[in-house]
């Protein structure tokens, strides 16, 4: 039996959105509110929030851009194109805010428009996480504690064994789905959100929780797998990425010595976002399909005349090695990969050129259409091919001098 919380979550953000749009329907001209990420303690930089203002006879919704934005909230492409889509723009090159306006009868398109932007651009799981100064929407926000047991899993508890950590996993996950979590023959909990599972296991060898995902399986590209690998890993923190045969798998293991309920909590609904919002496009990618989805087309069926790209393995360990500790391959260290073969440091030194130019290429026709954001990103992909040329380039010098 599998917990489907993406009913639950979708429940809180549907009352959250109602009573943010109330409190936009009593606004007075002149009058703004904002909801913002509560980041658990004071910070100086910006956070991912939304903030509103009544200007005349208009709603004007305007959230932070990456300008505005620390490393670690900034949102990615994927959800850049999600604000253009709502409707919200930056109002110049280097703006601080994506905005747009609504008028005073549309207070519900604001409020949604609002919400989807935290959400979904933003990839805030659960309103819970959300605060603000200006309202507050107490009831329904969070899915309420059904025992007493489970209230006091927000202490720090060391278990004793792992019969105990399983009862105060038990405990700590009960509120999410409003009854004791069943588990699967492996006994692991599994929680469905779109067309992903995600397992909660515990062991006997450590006070470890492991919370993981079959993110893509029956993957037929495996090339594309490992370069998928590497973006995932690279845009993704706080969760690992791996390849096991034809299956991409997404893990992250959490200390349960001591174990707080609130920790696993936002772990598993984390968990469940990101892979649920990414696992349709790596299935694409791979010539694969998700979980709990049918099989994802082949990209490249019913073109026969295009022949299909393929990078070289030796590349392919090069970007691996690079991804996982980037700027560590040296020259020395590149030829040692390509056996001291001048003539396949040459092809890879080609290939390298080739993909400068056609990021360089993304990077200008993003400049062309004012997405400054996407030019960003293009340019920085522009910017690791151009390195990696020079390396070559070192490496063919050691090898043939």
């Known amino acids: 039996m599998t917990v489907d919380l993406e009913t639950s979550i979708d429940s809180a953000w549907r009352s959250f959105r109602q009573v943010l749009a109330e409190a936009l329907d009593g606004l007075s001209e002149g009058e703004s509110l904002r909801v913002a990420l509560n980041p658990g303690e004071a910070v100086d930089d910006a956070v991912p929030g939304a903030e509103v203002c009544r200007e005349a006879a208009s709603f004007v919704v305007a959230v932070p851009s990456n300008r505005a934005l620390p490393p670690s909230f900034r949102v990615s492409r994927v959800g850049l194109r999600h604000l253009r889509r709502l409707g919200l723009t930056r109002g110049s090159r280097g703006g601080l805010t994506y905005g747009a306006s609504y008028p005073i009868s549309h207070v519900d398109q604001a409020a949604s428009v609002a919400v989807s932007a935290l959400r979904v651009a933003f990839r805030l799981v659960h309103p819970a996480f959300l605060t603000s100064e200006d309202f507050t929407w107490e009831t329904g926000s969070r899915p309420p504690l059904v025992t007493t047991a489970a209230h006091e899993t927000e202490l720090a508890v060391k278990p004793v064994n792992r019969d105990d950590l399983d009862r105060l996993v038990d405990e700590a996950l009960t509120p999410m789905i409003r009854h004791v979590p069943v588990r699967d023959s492996d006994g692991d909990i599994p929680f469905r ?209």
């Not at 609130?262 to 772990?267: G, I, K, N, T, Y």
């Not at 500790?325 to 390509?338: E, F, I, N, Q």
């Open 193 to 401: 959100a779109g067309s992903c599972v995600v397992f909660v296991r515990t062991n006997d060898e450590s006070p470890v929780i492991l919370v993981f995902a079959e993110m893509v399986v029956a993957i037929r590209d495996l090339d594309a797998a490992v370069r998928e690998l590497d973006v995932l890993n690279r845009q993704i923190s706080g969760v690992k990425f791996s390849l096991h045969d034809d299956r991409i798998v997404a893990s992250v293991e959490l200390p349960a010595l001591p174990f707080v309920g609130e920790h696993l909590r936002v772990l598993v609904a984390s968990m469940c976002e990101v892979i649920s919002s990414n696992d349709g496009l790596a299935a694409r990618r791979v010539s694969g399909r998700t979980f709990l989805g049918g099989e994802e087309p082949d990209a490249d069926e019913g073109d026969e005349s295009e022949p299909r790209e393929e990078i070289h393995p030796v590349m392919l360990r090069l970007l691996q090695l690079d991804a996982e500790r980037p700027g560590s391959v040296r020259p020395k260290d590149a030829a040692k990969l390509c056996a001291y073969d001048s003539d396949l440091l040459v092809e890879l030194i080609r290939w390298n050129e080739e993909q400068e130019i056609a990021w360089r290429e993304a990077r200008d026709e993003a400049m062309a259409a004012h997405d400054y954001d996407e030019a960003d990103a293009c340019e920085g992909e522009r910017a690791h091919a151009q390195r990696t040329v020079r390396i070559l380039r070192k490496a063919l010098r050691f090898v043939l001098l």
